[in-house]
């Protein structure tokens, strides 16, 4: 334990005092937001993968990994790389000619003044989301495995005020050049630690006599199976996830169907990789084109190695510790299953037993829930139960409950109706009464989720329960995985700083101000955010917004994302398109995005931002036809670092679009039949 904080606390001194010691001659705003326009290609790919890869991939990805989906969430890695080689040699060029600092400064540039405005509040809020829910994953995993590992008891809010201080330090102190500096050590760790996880898994997975696993991606179906002495771990691992390894999930899947392939999915990468602030910043940052181009390229590479850390792991979790993310979902599951009984009171599922005893729950039978009620906190965090049907309340909360009259109760969860037979074919029962209620009084219905297993804890399953103690290893990948949620907040405060102080305060409120001033307003904003991810990560833990955090994110930069792609892409191939397209563009996408949401929920979100998508360019395409420019608009050159472009770069990037479709091959549904 002692080597594990040593090795924990050196880490964290070297990421923090390289970033300041590097970045100590900070002056400019041009120093400060984009490290004077100076990185070369190696720091700026070690950033690109520390600023994108952090707890939301490490938690969230193996998480949605150990579920149904599997393989398949590897494509927001993959197609990623292929995304980053057209940004390198077709968005790149059109940026560092026009020596933005922010990409909303470039809407300026092709539009006018308010589209610039709109993309930047748009990018402002979002980026409110993602910092909470990054400072969230991040606090969850430390405070699981603090509890796992060495018995501590951290809360959601201390690990998540933790988390917010460190990131907070370098970059209000040095800004980019600080968090490059930064990454280029965090970036390295987390794919070591990736793999260090990996191998454990694939050790343990090699050594036990039984595992869990799912039989078909579209029911859900689950299965425990024993397994052959003799066989190796990779063996095993492929007889038990041959259908977990399919890229290609079936239409109907609601997190990631084939459908979502053809175009869905590419919007948020282009809008990620080529738009995106914070991700962006780094290349707007290169010393030159070429730079640029071999930082992204390099990128690109690192990219189809991550599914390879993240999520095998997250699938063999699911193999081993099913049953624990099972026990893991049973206080999730608490308050909702008190509320489906207050709700319907006539169910025979479900019983209300207060303080009960050892021995009460140890002997309580399956198929019945028992609604363990305790007076307080502390009784409910020392209940160590193994049995899911027993699901652990506080008193107050259980008597405070009054659902709303019209509430219907569900899973978002595939495997829910195989773990809860019995509670599935009540509840099928009891909603569609309800809803046929609602529906003859012209009510509205709200609705409660269950979850089978809680699949964001497969990540501390591994490190709590296959990797060895004692001799620095964990105090190693602890620190890697820190390192990967403190590198990716650190480019989310240096990129929502930028904008505020770029596009809107130096813009609307003090077009006068100094270059001193400038760096001042941005290291204060860097606090003021750093406030708000404390604040909102707790609340991203409701379980009623999602079991999954990795597709909270996701689904939410649907609002903003194929607007800005629409409008940066037509714009650049478009040049007579006039002002007010790039306005409506951006308004379209808004509004069209949330009424889909609300209007036909059942549209999985990739195909609703591909609607959408296609709706922002029809509707820009008439404003042009009605309206366009009389002159075809001319991109400026505004800087003075070398444009050449690299030929070395191009040729290792059409390599890496070659090996990534290859593996798309290799993990389809026609080779994996043989």
């Known amino acids: 334990m002692f080597l594990d904080f040593l090795v924990f606390g050196i880490f964290v001194a070297c990421v923090v005092g390289i970033g300041m010691y590097k970045s100590r001659h900070e002056a400019t705003g041009e120093d400060y937001f984009l490290a004077g326009r100076g990185l070369s290609w190696w720091l700026i790919g070690f950033s690109l993968i520390a600023a994108n890869i952090s707890t939301e991939q490490f938690v969230g990805m193996s998480g949605n990994a150990a579920s149904h989906v599997g393989l398949a969430i590897a494509s927001y890695e993959w197609m990623a790389a292929i995304t980053l080689i057209v940004v390198a040699f077709a968005f790149l060029p059109y940026f560092l000619?026009?020596?933005?600092?922010?990409?909303?400064?470039?809407?300026?540039?092709?539009?006018?003044?308010?589209?610039?405005?709109?993309?930047?509040?748009?990018?402002?809020?979002?980026?409110?989301?993602?910092?909470?829910?990054?400072?969230?994953?991040?606090?969850?995993?430390?405070?699981?495995?603090?509890?796992?590992?060495?018995?501590?008891?951290?809360?959601?809010?201390?690990?998540?005020?933790?988390?917010?201080?460190?990131?907070?330090?370098?970059?209000?102190?040095?800004?980019?050049?600080?968090c490059a500096w930064a990454d280029l050590i965090q970036g390295s760790a987390l794919i070591v630690g990736g793999a260090v996880i990996m191998f454990f898994a694939f050790d343990k997975l090699g050594s036990v006599t039984e595992a869990s696993t799912i039989v078909d991606v579209k029911t859900g179906a689950v299965a425990v199976v024993q397994l052959e002495e003799g066989q190796g771990a990779v063996g095993r691992f492929m007889d038990l996830n041959r259908v977990r390894l399919n890229m290609f999930l079936?239409?109907?899947?609601?997190?990631?169907?084939?459908?979502?392939?053809?175009?869905?999915?590419?919007?948020?990468?282009?809008?990620?990789?080529?738009?995106?602030?914070?991700?962006?910043?780094?290349?707007?940052?290169?010393?030159?084109?070429?730079?640029?181009?071999?930082?992204?390229?390099?990128?690109?590479?690192?990219?189809?190695?991550?599914?390879?850390?993240?999520?095998?792991?997250?699938?063999?979790?699911?193999?081993?510790?099913?049953?624990?993310?099972?026990?893991?979902?049973?206080?999730?599951?608490?308050?909702?299953?008190?509320?489906?009984?207050?709700?319907?009171?006539?169910?025979?599922?479900v019983d209300v037993v207060e303080s009960p005893s050892e021995e009460a729950i140890a002997s309580w039978p399956s198929g019945r829930f028992m609604l363990a009620i305790f007076e307080h906190q502390e009784a409910v965090k020392s209940l160590k139960t193994k049995n899911i049907y027993v699901l652990p309340l506080i008193k107050s909360d259980y008597e405070t409950l009054s659902p709303e009259e019209f509430t219907v109760f569900t899973s978002d969860d595939k495997s829910w109706n195989f773990v809860f037979p019995s509670l599935d074919a009540e509840l099928k029962a009891y909603n569609e009464k309800t809803q046929a209620a609602a529906a003859i009084g012209g009510k509205t219905v709200t609705t409660e989720k269950f979850i089978a297993h809680k699949y964001d804890t497969a990540l501390a399953q591994l490190l709590g329960n296959v990797l060895p103690q004692g001799n620095g290893i964990v105090g190693f990948v602890l620190a890697a995985l820190l390192g990967a949620v403190v590198s990716s907040l650190a480019a989310m405060l240096n990129a929502a700083s930028t904008i505020f102080s770029m596009d809107i305060y130096k813009k609307f409120l003090n077009p006068e101000t100094t270059q001193k001033q400038l760096v001042l307003v941005g290291r204060i904003s860097v606090v003021v955010f750093v406030l708000i991810a404390v604040f909102l990560a707790p609340w991203l833990g409701n379980p009623k917004i999602s079991h999954s955090i990795f597709t909270i994110i996701q689904e939410s930069q649907g609002f903003i994302s194929p607007g800005i792609l629409?409008?940066?892409?037509?714009?650049?191939?478009?040049?007579?398109?006039?002002?007010?397209?790039?306005?409506?563009?951006?308004?379209?996408?808004?509004?069209?995005?949330?009424?889909?949401?609300?209007?036909?929920?059942q549209v999985q979100f990739l195909n609703r931002m591909a609607i959408c998508f296609g709706l922002c360019l029809a509707v820009m395409a008439f404003i042009t036809l009605v309206r366009p420019l009389a002159q075809p608009i001319e991109f400026k050159h505004n800087t003075s670092i070398n444009l050449e472009s690299s030929k070395g770069a191009l040729l290792a990037g059409i390599v890496v679009v070659i090996v990534t479709l290859i593996l798309y091959v290799i993990f389809s549904p026609l080779v994996l039949a043989k």
């Open 97 to 178: 000619k026009a020596g933005i600092y922010t990409m909303p400064e470039f809407l300026e540039h092709r539009y006018n003044t308010t589209t610039r405005t709109i993309m930047a509040v748009a990018m402002m809020f979002m980026y409110m989301l993602l910092l909470g829910s990054v400072t969230y994953s991040g606090a969850l995993t430390i405070r699981s495995l603090a509890e796992q590992l060495w018995g501590l008891k951290i809360s959601l809010a201390i690990a998540s005020i933790a988390i917010g201080l460190i990131a907070m330090i370098y970059v209000v102190t040095g800004g980019l050049k600080a």
């Open 566 to 601: 629409a409008v940066f892409a037509f714009g650049l191939l478009v040049r007579k398109a006039p002002p007010m397209a790039g306005v409506l563009g951006l308004l379209t996408n808004i509004v069209s995005y949330g009424v889909l949401k609300v209007a036909v929920p």
């Open 250 to 349: 079936p239409d109907t899947d609601s997190v990631l169907p084939w459908t979502a392939l053809l175009l869905g999915l590419w919007i948020p990468n282009f809008y990620y990789w080529g738009l995106n602030q914070y991700i962006t910043q780094r290349t707007l940052g290169s010393a030159s084109l070429a730079q640029g181009q071999k930082g992204i390229v390099f990128a690109a590479f690192m990219k189809l190695l991550i599914p390879f850390v993240i999520v095998i792991p997250g699938i063999i979790a699911f193999n081993l510790f099913a049953k624990n993310m099972q026990f893991e979902a049973v206080y999730d599951n608490a308050l909702v299953i008190a509320k489906y009984l207050k709700a319907n009171p006539q169910t025979l599922l």
